[in-house]
């Protein structure tokens, strides 16, 4: 058995009095994906940005490659391989394609105090990067902010994976996309999970998740409603528990005695 890339072991949060997270155990792995699931307040966006450094756990253990780690901060968990693209913060709309994917690690000329952007140098860079996971885009100086949702979700994987990311944490990069675009999305996901990373999906849709999905995480107010192999679940199961499982039994019972 390899070591996990990343294994949390009991998780928990709390702010003040309020608890966030409670009891939480997962692992991602190098080329699979491990797919977070649960409705707004289950505390999927809490435990992602425990694994993207942005806030520290209070209880339970965090490992990556197997070494008990505290992330003090995101670029902490970037100095660990771990990458993160936000739902609504992936790239700089107004800035271009290339800018975009150099963004943070910009290749210059020059020396010293005179070095300056090298701009040729960095629309070689983005258009190899994009070309390696199939993503064509033809003017490289068009705007990020002018292209589909589906392809800036990709051009923010491909400089994930360009620049090294051993794990990539997607946070509902199918939410606001139509099923054709967030088919795109999966697409690429699978080609960054096939390329050796390890990808954290977080989604409310068992439908994008279960065709991707290598481990499911089922999370319901802050505590773990289930957590399944692949071959432990099937997608009508997962969609019934993401549904609310015993919960939805009994409003549909209730429904049919008001019907009748």
């Known amino acids: 058995m390899t070591t996990p890339l990343i294994e949390a072991i009991g998780i928990g949060k709390s702010y003040g009095g309020v608890v966030a997270l409670e009891d939480v155990s997962t692992v991602v792995n190098a080329g699979e994906v491990t797919c977070i699931l649960g409705d707004n307040g289950a505390g999927k966006s809490t435990l992602i940005k425990i694994l993207a450094g942005v806030h520290q756990h209070d209880r339970g253990e965090l490992k990556i490659e197997g070494e008990p780690t505290h992330l003090a901060s995101p670029r902490a968990a ?105 088919g795109v999305v999966l697409k690429y996901v699978v080609q960054a999970r096939d390329r050796g990373l390890g990808v954290i999906l977080i989604t409310h849709n068992p439908h994008h998740a279960f065709p991707v999905g290598d481990r499911f995480l089922l999370l319901k107010r802050g505590t773990v409603l289930g957590s399944y192999e692949k071959d432990e679940i099937d997608l009508s199961e997962l969609t019934r528990q993401m549904a609310g499982g015993a919960e939805l039994d009994a409003l549909q019972h209730e429904l049919q005695r008001v019907v009748s």
């Open 78 to 182: 970037l100095d660990h391989g771990i990458a993160t693209v936000y739902q609504d913060l992936a790239v700089v709309p107004l800035m271009s394609v290339w800018r975009n994917f150099v963004l943070g690690s910009e290749p210059t000329t020059g020396y010293g105090p005179f070095q300056l952007l090298d701009r040729k140098k960095g629309r070689a860079i983005a258009r190899k990067g994009l070309a390696d996971m199939g993503i064509e885009i033809r003017d490289m100086e068009q705007p990020v902010g002018t292209l589909s949702g589906g392809q800036r979700q990709c051009v923010a994987i491909a400089r994930a994976v360009h620049y090294g990311a051993k794990v990539l944490i997607l946070d509902e990069p199918t939410a606001a996309l139509g099923v054709k675009q967030a």
